[in-house]
């Protein structure tokens, strides 16, 4: 009897030890980080990177806004309706909060694209008019 115990202790062990060890492999599998694919380009990660990129690409037309005459580009005017926002890209900085900021594309009606570069968080460039407008333009992000 003390031996039958024994071996099913020792199975029981053996069990649970090959279990663990297969769950510990499996989150492990998990939690890797993926390879990079050197197919892809290398993320872009500062503001001057990407804007030299938009510039590469002939899209170096910038909008301005004012609470009075709303979005400005290309000659016109443009209402929140004639807009919509198809890149958006967030920066962070490394060490102060206050460099936070945002670069918006914007293509309009006729399909001219520019770009609309904001601070972002408690210090906005253009305050809570311009936040509002943005939020009534629509958004189609594109993927590169």
Not at 5 to 34: E, G
Request: some cysteine; aromatic content about 14%; overall charge positive.
């Amino acid at each position: 009897m003390f031996k039958n115990k024994c071996i099913k202790y020792i199975i029981w062990h053996f069990a649970c030890v090959y279990v663990f060890n297969k769950h510990n492999r499996l989150k492990q599998i998990i939690m890797k980080t993926p390879k990079k694919d050197k197919t892809l380009p290398p993320p872009m990660s500062t503001i001057s990177e990407v804007m030299e990129l938009l510039k590469e690409r002939g899209l170096y037309h910038e909008f301005v806004f004012s609470a009075k005459e709303g979005m400005q580009a290309f000659g016109t005017t443009y209402k929140a309706e004639d807009l919509t926002i198809i890149k958006t890209y967030r920066f962070e900085g490394m060490s102060d909060p206050g460099d936070n900021s945002t670069l918006y594309l914007l293509e309009n009606k006729k399909g001219n694209i520019g770009f609309i570069l904001d601070a972002y968080g408690s210090e906005s460039n253009y305050g809570s008019t311009f936040i509002a407008f943005l939020k009534a333009i629509p958004v189609q992000e594109h993927i590169d």
